[in-house]
């Protein structure tokens, strides 16, 4: 089984593009598929549920909270593994330390910058690629 922590930035892209093919939207799809299992904890869905709710998104409470469901009922809720090293942007720190708690998982963002580098922290393309 793949395992994968998704930013949020991959789920507001998937949800607001009108481009089915776009890897976003693809991921997305994929992890309705139940292609690959997400890791999440408490804070990733909070941060899920404030971000996708923004009024500055077109998108439709419904879908957001339809998509955090799924995402709970069939992921894995996971612990951090702590790392204790500077991240350029702290708020990310949650998604980074979940993947670090499955072995071969992924982290797949649109910011690899602010994370270290790792081979395990890819791109949605990337991890179309993979799957």
């Not at 941060?47 to 909270?65: C, G, M, N, Q, S």
């Not at 009922?73 to 990310?92: L, Y």
């Not at 072995?103 to 270290?116: A, Q, R, W």
Request: charge should be negative; hydrophobic fraction near 45%; charged fraction near 25%.
């Amino acid at each position: 089984m793949i395992y994968a922590v998704i930013d949020t930035n991959v789920l507001v892209s998937a949800l607001i593009t009108h481009n089915p093919e776009a890897a976003t939207a693809k991921v997305v799809r994929l992890l309705l598929e139940q292609e690959f299992v997400m890791l999440y904890d408490a804070d990733i869905i909070a941060e899920y549920k404030d971000v996708l709710h923004r009024t500055k998104f077109p998108i439709l409470k419904e879908t957001a909270d339809a998509l955090i469901s799924f995402i709970v009922e069939n992921g894995i809720e996971a612990s951090r593994v702590i790392f204790d090293e500077p991240m350029t942007d702290e708020d990310d720190r949650m998604f980074y330390e979940i993947s670090l708690s499955q072995e071969d998982s992924f982290l797949v963002t649109g910011n690899l910058k602010h994370y270290p580098a790792s081979p395990h922290v890819i791109t949605p393309a990337q991890f179309l690629e993979i799957l």
